[in-house]
């Protein structure tokens, strides 16, 4: 990450460059796990198949606090700027199919973040918004014949919350993921183009508790949910991927720590999902439910 | 005017309020640079400052916070001033450097140390256990 910061005042400041996305809670710093209790955060917000597009644009932020006396304080950012483009991250991956090759995938976004430190001691509220613009171009590898995506709508409205009190943290998130996409193709039969349109109502969200039981361990646990299409049923496997984890933190030392979390998951969401089931992936099929268990050791400064 | 027993509870509350205030004022004192144009500063803006979401006094002039890595000073500002422990500190300064958000702190082993440091620093803020001699520092109110 590269960029040049500067605050003319408290309340207004200017960042430019390749600058992490402020976005609900955690996504500037969803790659820093060190900050984190979960070995794994909740895969329904923050997929790590889509951290390289969504950490991060390239562009600028206008930010500040502002402080309401009694009412706490309202910190905010607005941005602008280019999605990074990664031909090896989880929504190229996830549309490889069929002998697809993509080639280019690039796009505007802008956003903002407002969040209010309550005058309840340790509550935190906010609300985020991206709105993202952007077209990929590929082909079918086996006519050799164009197959584009251009996004007509891609908006994400987030809420969020987190206490603290004490050794307990208590947090939560919903988002809402609104896309409309035009599928551009050619048959390698025919040759006719063939251009079709995909609409997606995508809801997910996830609550999480976590307690330090002492300076060396930390015990959470947390329920995720994505719901692929709202407007479908709710019930099927390729159209909701759940995950009820629960994690043990161990800081061996300050730059240390090992973290056990076992996941179990129901569903595996669309291969458009981008939440880790792929075809690509799984050619005989995929299972309804999955149980996962991680162990993670970091270092970090 | 007849002295009320329902009124005790309110009473001991303000009573064990007023005694924490004390004791952490009795426990800590924070200091600026003896050219810094301030004699008080309120809770919310010593907060602000180390947390580095505020980046001047309330004069305008630029505000460094500096910290100290341990003791009895340091809990005690800690714990009243900032509401946060030590390694939930850490946290959040480590969350706002990798973020890109900032620098953390300057912080030093002693008193003695943080004290000296303020004193030659225009602007600096620091805090240091009721004790420690200060020379080139001044202590501030925090109201």
Known sequence: MGLGD??????????????????GLYNDSQDMAFLHPWALLPQSVYPLDLRSETIAHIGADVYGDVRLKKLGSLAYTVYGGRVPSDLHGGYIYGLTKNNRHFYSYSGAMVG??????????????????VRRDTDTYGVNASSNTPYDIDTLKD??????????????????????????TETTSVSSRTGNINVSTRDNDSRLGYVSIAYRFAKWLQVGTYHSRYYVDWGEIHSLPNNHVFDQAVTAR?????YCDLKIEGHFIDGYGSSSSDRGFYSADNPDGKEPNTRLLVIRLGFHL | MRFS?????????????????????????????????IS????????????????????????????????????????????????????????VVFTGK????????????????????KGAIGYVGSETKMSGVKAIDVK
Not at chain 1, 112 to 129: E, I, M, Q, V, Y
Not at chain 2, 53 to 75: I, M, N, R, Y
Request: net charge positive; aromatic share 12%; proline share 4%.
């Open chain 2, 40 to 95: 008080s500063i309120s809770s919310d803006d010593l907060k602000d400052i180390f947390l580095l979401t505020k980046k001047s006094f309330a004069d305008g002039t630029h505000a460094e916070p500096v910290l100290s890595k341990g003791g009895p000073a340091h809990e005690a500002f800690l714990k009243h001033y900032l509401g946060k422990s030590d390694d939930s500190l850490v946290t959040y300064y480590r969350n």
């Open chain 1, 112 to 129: 903002a973040d407002l969040r209010w430190s309550t005058p309840l001691k340790g509550l935190l509220a906010g609300a985020s918004f």
């Open chain 2, 102 to 121: 900032g620098l953390t702190p300057r912080s030093f082993r002693s008193d003695a140390e943080v004290s000296a440091y303020v004193a030659k620093t």
């Open chain 2, 5 to 37: 027993p329902r009124y005790f509870p309110h009473l001991w509350i303000a009573i064990f309020s007023i005694c924490t205030a004390v004791r952490a004022g009795a426990e800590v004192n924070v200091i600026t640079n003896n050219n810094t144009n």
């Open chain 1, 250 to 254: 161990v800081d061996l030392s300050r």
């Open chain 1, 155 to 180: 908006h994400t409205p987030a809420f969020y919350a987190l206490y603290t009190i004490g050794n307990l943290r208590i947090d939560g998130e919903y988002r809402r993921n609104l896309k409309v």
């Open chain 1, 6 to 23: 500067y605050s003319f005042k408290d309340w207004l400041g200017v960042r430019a460059g390749k600058v992490k996305t402020v976005l």
